[in-house]
């Protein structure tokens, strides 16, 4: 379960964070399967995308991270958070 992310822009409800209408990128290695992490986002209304770009949302970092996607997310305001701060398990 997604856990309460505390982000102003995430609305919350009782089965958990909601995330309609904001979209996410996924990149390095993670303690879970990038596939398990896409269906809680994907059942919360989230959009998981290939690429950063100027309307992702967030880009979820695990280990050996390269720096084009930092440095995307950067450029394009995205936020950048770990595995951990979603806390899903």
């Known amino acids: 379960m997604i856990k309460d992310l505390d982000y102003n822009s995430v609305m919350h409800s009782n089965a958990g964070v909601i995330y309609t209408g ?9 303690s879970i399967p990038h596939e398990e992490i896409v269906k809680e986002i994907e059942f919360r209304g989230g959009t998981i995308l290939a690429e950063v770009s100027s309307i992702t949302d967030y880009l979820i970092i695990g280990e050996k991270v390269g720096a084009t996607k930092i440095g995307a997310a950067e450029i394009a305001g995205t936020r950048v958070i770990t595995e951990e701060e ?4």
């Open 22 to 30: 904001k979209n996410f990128v996924i990149t390095g290695e993670l």
């Open 86 to 89: 979603l806390q899903i398990s």
